[in-house]
């Protein structure tokens, strides 16, 4: 279990006022409370390293997506900015490394549900009873078998970008859910990361990076960034993926 230290979490602060305090998340830390105490997740730690007597998760990310998170510090700011982000007043933009290469912006426009057919209780699929969904996909660079894509979503369905990234046929490098084969996730839930995982998903983490939420809308008049992390960034070098300046 990864527990996160209080120098640790200050050095992932992108801003910190009296309303919210927005964080730049690895890729590795869980969002919501655990079990395994206050430590273990990024909500328990932002109240416990910063004193906060409340804090509001605005909106959640992935536990194996890293970026941009969002705490208001009171319930009035936490509603004010999820209305936001319901009525599209506010927005999100991510980076995804996709397997296989295009060069023109793609959008899909497929509704969303539960894959009842899949052994993964969590995993989304298309489906025409579904939640509407919709994905823009615009390629940034393509290289090496892969394409960096700025992704932007015009709803927030559970797995979304993922999920559309699969029906496209380019899913994103590292998914064990919607990646070459579902049955990766769980053989990595039973064993843990093993170079047979690797050699099949070839990062131990979905490539999506949550990069810039626009809260101008909300009334914060601040769009937040966050670069594209290390590991990403070193995934692309090593597959001659060019990273265009100011990512």
Known sequence: MRLIAPGELRSWILHDDEQVVVINKPGDVVCHPSKAGPCSSLAGAVR???GLAVSHLVFRLDRETSG???FAKNAVVADRLQKSLRLRRSGKAYLAVMTGEFSEAVT?????GRDEGSPVLAKS????DGQAAVTHFTPLSSGGGFTL??????????HQVRAHAQWLGRPLVGDKIYGPDERCFLEFIAGGWTPALAERLLL????LHCAEIDMIGAGLDR??????????????????LAVPEGL
């Open 108 to 112: 899909v426009d497929q509704p969303l």
């Open 48 to 50: 416990e390293h910063l």
């Open 125 to 128: 699929a298309v489906r025409a």
């Open 223 to 240: 769009v937040f960034t966050a670069p594209l992390p290390q590991d990403l960034r070193a995934f692309c070098e090593e597959r001659g």
């Open 68 to 70: 941009i998170v969002v």
């Open 149 to 158: 894509a700025r992704v932007v979503t015009e709803s927030g369905r559970k």
């Open 204 to 207: 131990p983490r979905q490539a």
